[in-house]
């Protein structure tokens, strides 16, 4: 078991060069929270934000990066490690984006659709990498959550461990965007399956969220990743990591 400190991820998820929240990840269910991405980044680590979390929605659709620009400078301007997810199926890419400056990549869709891939980036960047795996019911979503596969979020998680595979990020997609509350049971017997960290993402919606998450960074819950509550104002982001340390 990969034992890791709580960390909580604000998040910013960019399309067309803004800062959105998607509900459910539906791309017609849209909500500008700000022209500026790099201005929300530095906002965070204002707040004491210790690690950001990008999301490239658009890279997501197109199956590469988009918003590489933007990320780039978000990366160079903070002073807080950067993880990026959204599209990336190439090498090139996950190079790119490293090479820009990137703490970590997320590797989503590729995981299930790609493992030639990421068994390759797996052996050769470990633990800058991370595999996204966001679940409808216990069965790995791709594309964007466009699209759902036969996989089981924990059969792929046990398997992406035994080849290299350091942290994973959980989505509950029926948990996402809906102010609900994290599925924790889920998400503990996710880390306890692979052995491994895993970053819960997902409908963190209020600070007792995040207590009831933390409680189980013994079991390999190894953070939480924060979105539409940051921007609801239902969490201030100082006052939860107080809270968590």
Known sequence: MT?????????????????VRLVQGDYNQETVYN???????????????????LVDLDGAKAGHPVNDEIIAKIAATVGVPVQVGGGLRKLEDVERLLSLGVSRVII??????DRVFTETVLGKYGDKVAIGID?????????GWLETSEVQAEVLAKELAAKGAETF???????DGMMQGPNVEAIVSLAKASGRTV??????????????LSKHSADGVGGAIVGKALYTGSID?????????
């Open 169 to 175: 990020i959980f989505t509950d997609i029926s948990r």
């Open 237 to 245: 982001l100082a006052e939860a990591i107080e809270l968590i340390g």
């Open 199 to 212: 970053i819960a993402s997902g409908g963190v919606t209020r600070l007792e969220d995040l207590t009831a």
């Open 35 to 53: 022209d500026s991405p790099l201005k929300v980044a530095r906002s965070w680590e204002e707040q004491g934000g210790k690690y950001i979390h």
């Open 3 to 19: 034992m890791s400190s709580f960390i909580m991820y604000p998040a910013i998820d960019i399309r067309g060069g803004m800062c």
């Open 135 to 143: 679940a409808r019911n216990g069965y790995v979503a791709t594309r």
């Open 108 to 113: 989503g869709t590729a995981a299930i659709e």
